[in-house]
């Protein structure tokens, strides 16, 4: 009865967020009950502050729902605490086959609740309680239970192990020490545990960077996926309904465009799928390796720290994963307006119409052509705005965050920004960049600028190497100077020899993975073009010189 109990204690009625019986218990509308106080405070903690979701089913209520107190369910939690919760509490205090048993208990054993470093047992609460009282167990050292307590014992000379041998990279004893290790670099186990252990929160900041980064993406992909969706349906959906007006003369057309649509939202679908289901597994597979390295760090006891570091202390880098970020909005509204074309122009034109609009279609796949004349350029437009997060404490950005100015002074309240960069005067634009998108740059002052653009790897502090746009692999950057200008990437350069402007036009096209500058003045020069592969979202940006130096993103609609 006692164990029937348990369960129904377990499954219905104990908060999924505190793991605890529920108190003042609310029920949501979708069904599952929450303490009031930590339903509450999951609420105030989350992001969007006009839609909140339940933390079980993902459920979302707008606007925030009023809560109240389930008597019911309140009740029987009550009868509960009173009956047979109190007989499986006592029974969850035995050792099962996956516990650690106490080593005093005689009969059935009882879990153990502390192991003892010195004693090499492990000990329930009661017979603990002597490490506790007595004067004589003071200087024992407890750790959490563990199975494992005779793997600190020296097979040689059955001693404990409270020494490491940097040498040999092993657990010794003192006699070990004083004899066939006597002459390596031997430390205490406890220090050495202590060095190693500063090496791990490193690696799990790194993993929850990637963590956080590759979740941002699958975000991106999965409002990718539904943009393509709508767009390829709405294109289907006009272009049927201009098809209609010539059923007679280009029926069998369109169904052709109809299904040249179908084929390329499946393959685009099909791919951002794929990369999405990817980096949720890389996803899964770092928070798993988290798991791992808190485990180990949690570690108490020196010897089995150190006996599982060296299977758990690399940290392998990930593998990009290539980009399927493709953005198709514009080139569907190209296939549209052929059509229309298609549909004013009638019969007369009808074979050359339907070349444009096979060639638009086929744009989908990921042939396409590239803007010519500046006009073409700004179907593509995007505005940019900086992130003032990012900025250098000598950047002071205005004009609604457009602008950035090169200043003598800092600004000691930035400096408080995990995110700025702290050696070069550089900022990043605060949105990401995917799909096919166009910006420009006007730049003022002798000292010249870099227009760039980066993803969020890049690092922002150390070395100007490190973080200096166009000197590492996660940065491009044109350098825009009166005498001389290049293009840089991973510190590599290529001199410019077409004259610059004031005004520089960059283009993106993230998932053809292109890349080109271009002066701005009455006709469009092109500066320097890359083909390459971007495998993340980018964002723009711009580094100034010497003080007094500006660059503004200008507003191009």
């Known amino acids: 009865m006692a164990q029937k109990e348990a369960e129904l204690y377990s499954e219905n009625i104990s908060c999924s967020i505190c793991l605890d019986l529920?108190?003042?218990?609310?029920?949501?509308?979708?069904?599952?009950?929450?303490?009031?106080?930590?339903?509450?405070?999951?609420?105030?903690?989350?992001?969007?502050?006009?839609?909140?979701?339940?933390?079980?089913?993902?459920?979302t209520f707008t606007p925030r729902p009023v809560l109240e107190k389930n008597v019911l369910l309140a009740e029987l939690v009550e009868e509960l605490k009173n009956t047979g919760l109190q007989a499986a509490a006592a029974d969850h205090c035995y050792a099962g086959a996956e516990d650690v048993s106490c080593?005093?208990?005689?009969?059935?054993?009882?879990?153990?609740?502390?192991?003892?470093?010195?004693?090499?047992?492990?000990y329930c609460d009661n017979h603990l309680q002597p490490h506790y009282e007595s004067p004589a167990f003071k200087k024992h050292q407890l750790v959490e239970p563990s199975k494992n307590l005779q793997e600190n014992i020296c097979s040689h000379h059955d001693e404990v192990m409270k020494m490491f041998c940097r040498t040999d990279q092993q657990l010794i004893c003192y006699l070990c020490s004083m004899e066939e290790h006597k002459d390596h670099e031997t430390v205490k186990a406890a220090a050495e545990r202590t060095e190693k252990q500063k090496t791990l929160e490193p690696s799990r900041l790194?993993?929850?960077?990637?963590?956080?980064?590759?979740?941002?993406?699958?975000k991106l992909l999965q409002q990718e996926l539904k943009d393509i969706r709508v767009s390829a349906d709405?294109?289907?959906?006009?272009?049927?309904?201009?098809?209609?007006?010539?059923?007679?003369?280009?029926?069998?057309?369109?169904?052709?465009?109809?299904?040249?649509?179908?084929?390329?939202?499946?393959?685009?679908e099909s791919r951002v799928k794929e990369l999405q289901e990817k980096l949720e597994q890389e996803i899964r597979d770092l928070e798993r390796k988290d798991a791992e390295l808190k485990q180990l760090s949690?570690?108490?006891?020196?010897?089995?720290?150190?006996?599982?570091?060296?299977?758990?202390?690399?940290?392998?880098?990930?593998?990009?994963?290539?980009s399927t970020?493709?953005?198709?909005?514009?080139?569907?509204?190209?296939?549209?307006?052929?059509?229309?074309?298609?549909?004013?122009?009638?019969?007369?034109?009808?074979?050359?119409?339907?070349?444009?609009?096979?060639?638009?279609?086929?744009?989908?796949?990921?042939?396409?052509?590239?803007?010519?004349?500046?006009?073409?350029?700004?179907?593509?437009?995007?505005?940019?705005?900086l992130d003032p997060n990012t900025a250098h404490s000598h950047l002071l950005l205005s004009d609604g965050d457009r602008k950035v100015t090169l200043m003598k002074q800092h600004d000691p309240i930035q400096s408080h920004y995990p995110d700025r960069f702290t050696f070069v005067f550089q900022v990043l634009g605060k949105?990401?960049?995917?799909?096919?998108?166009?910006?420009?740059?006007?730049?003022?002052?002798?000292?010249?600028?870099?227009?760039?653009?980066?993803?969020?790897?890049?690092?922002?502090?150390?070395s100007s190497r490190e973080c200096g746009f166009g000197l590492n692999e996660n940065s491009w950057a044109l350098r825009c100077h009166t005498s001389n200008s290049k293009f840089r990437h991973k510190n590599t350069g290529t001199c410019v020899s077409c004259p610059l402007s004031s005004r520089i036009g960059v283009y993106?096209?993230?998932?053809?993975?292109?890349?080109?500058?271009?002066?701005?003045?009455?006709?469009?020069?092109?500066?320097?073009?890359?083909?390459?592969?971007?495998?993340?979202?980018?964002?723009?940006?711009?580094?100034?010189y010497h003080s007094g130096n500006s660059a503004e993103f200008i507003k191009l609609t």
């Open 325 to 385: 970020n493709i953005g198709i909005q514009k080139d569907l509204e190209d296939v549209k307006a052929a059509v229309k074309e298609l549909r004013d122009k009638l019969q007369d034109i009808l074979k050359d119409i339907w070349t444009n609009v096979s060639v638009e279609v086929t744009v989908m796949g990921g042939l396409r052509s590239e803007p010519k004349t500046r006009a073409e350029f700004l179907k593509y437009s995007r505005e940019i705005t």
């Open 508 to 544: 993106l096209d993230h998932s053809a993975g292109i890349l080109s500058f271009h002066s701005v003045s009455e006709t469009m020069t092109l500066l320097h073009r890359v083909q390459t592969t971007f495998t993340e979202p980018l964002h723009a940006g711009v580094r100034l």
């Open 234 to 268: 709405k294109t289907v959906e006009d272009s049927q309904e201009m098809f209609n007006e010539l059923i007679h003369l280009i029926q069998n057309r369109s169904s052709e465009v109809e299904q040249q649509i179908r084929s390329q939202q499946e393959t685009k």
């Open 22 to 59: 529920l108190k003042d218990p609310v029920a949501l509308s979708c069904g599952h009950s929450y303490c009031m106080d930590c339903i509450e405070t999951h609420w105030d903690g989350e992001d969007l502050k006009t839609t909140y979701s339940c933390p079980q089913c993902r459920k």
């Open 431 to 462: 949105d990401s960049l995917i799909g096919r998108c166009y910006w420009e740059v006007e730049w003022r002052g002798g000292g010249g600028v870099d227009v760039a653009i980066a993803n969020n790897r890049i690092s922002r502090e150390g």
């Open 206 to 218: 790194n993993i929850q960077q990637r963590i956080q980064d590759r979740q941002k993406y699958v």
């Open 103 to 122: 080593d005093v208990c005689t009969g059935r054993k009882m879990k153990a609740f502390k192991s003892c470093l010195v004693c090499l047992v492990s």
């Open 298 to 322: 949690d570690l108490e006891d020196p010897a089995q720290f150190l006996h599982k570091y060296p299977s758990v202390s690399a940290l392998n880098e990930s593998i990009p994963s290539s």
